[in-house]
C-alpha cells in the first residue's frame, strides 16, 4: 500500500525557473513531513520539513505548502540552479515511539542552463 | 561533527550467502534506522534501533535482521541472500528517534548479489 504519492515523475526546469513537486497522503496520523534531496551515488540529505500546524515553511530557496484537509504537501524551488539538478523525496512519519519514515517514490529534477 | 557513517560502501556476494554492514551514527545520536532503495521498490524502511532495542520494523522477511550496540552503532545482516536483495542500503540517525526528529542519512552501502 503507497501512503505517500509524488507527482511528477520527472521535471525539467529552466534555470531561474520555480520547479513544484506535489505530494499527497493517506494517513491522517502522520504528522512530520520532510523533503530529502539525492544526488546520485549520495544518501539522501534532509532539505527541510514540516509539521501540519503550519501552512507553509521557508528556509533558503525551498518552500514547503501544507494543505491539511487535502492531505497534500508540495516542495517549491525557488531561482532554480543546475546545482540543484538531483532527486527529490517527499516523506512522512508520525511522532510517537515507533515512528518511521514513509517516502513518495521521488521527482528527478533536472535545471537546465 | 561528522556524518552517518557506513562500510562498507559496496560489497559483492552471491546468492545464498550472507552479509553484515555497518553504519555509525552522529555522535550524540541514539536512533538507527535502516533503509532499503532500489529503482522498483523506492525507499523502504527496514528497521529502527533505539537504545539497543529493536523498536519498529519493516515488512521484510526474517532474512533481514539488525542489531545496535551501547555506543549507537548499528549492523544489519542479511542471510541467505537473492538477486532481488541487490540494492543500495541506507542508514539514518536521529538524537532520539521515533519521534519525528529528523534522520540523517550515511551514503549507504551499495549491495551486489549475483
Known amino acids: 500500500q503507497q501512503q505517500v504519492k509524488q507527482s511528477p515523475q520527472s521535471l525539467i526546469v529552466q534555470k531561474g525557473g520555480i520547479p513544484i513537486i506535489n505530494c499527497a497522503y493517506e494517513n491522517t496520523a502522520f504528522d512530520y513531513f520532510p523533503w530529502y534531496q539525492q544526488f546520485p551515488g549520495k544518501g539522501p540529505a534532509l532539505l527541510i520539513a514540516?509539521?501540519?500546524?503550519?501552512s507553509e515553511k521557508k528556509e533558503g530557496r525551498f518552500t514547503i505548502s501544507f494543505n491539511k484537509s487535502a492531505k497534500q504537501f508540495s516542495l517549491h524551488i525557488m531561482d532554480s540552479q543546475p546545482g540543484d539538478s538531483a532527486t527529490y523525496f517527499c516523506?512522512?512519519?508520525?511522532?510517537?515511539?515507533?515512528?518511521?519514515?514513509?517516502f513518495g517514490t521521488g521527482t528527478r529534477l533536472q535545471v537546465t542552463l | 561533527k561528522a556524518g552517518v557513517t557506513q562500510t562498507p560502501r559496496y560489497l559483492i556476494k552471491t546468492r545464498g550467502q550472507q552479509v553484515t554492514l555497518s553504519c555509525s551514527p552522529i555522535s550524540g545520536h541514539r536512533s538507527v534506522s535502516w533503509y532499503q532503495q532500489t529503482p522498483g521498490q523506492g525507499l523502504q524502511f527496514l528497521f529502527e534501533?533505539?537504545?539497543?532495542?529493536?523498536?519498529n520494523k519493516g515488512n521484510f522477511p526474517g532474512r533481514f535482521s539488525g542489531r545496535q550496540f551501547s555506543n549507537s552503532r548499528s549492523e544489519m545482516n542479511v542471510s541467505t541472500l537473492e538477486l532481488g536483495d541487490s540494492a543500495l542500503y541506507l542508514c539514518?540517525?536521529?538524537?532520539?528517534?521515533?519521534?519525528?526528529?529528523?534522520?540523517?542519512f550515511g551514503p549507504g552501502t551499495r549491495l551486489t548479489v549475483t
Open positions: 539514518a540517525s536521529s538524537l532520539v528517534g521515533g519521534t519525528g526528529i529528523e534522520q540523517y
Open positions: 534501533y533505539f537504545s539497543e532495542t529493536q523498536r
Open positions: 516523506a512522512a512519519s508520525t511522532t510517537g515511539t515507533a515512528s518511521k519514515l514513509t
Open positions: 514540516i509539521r501540519p500546524d503550519v
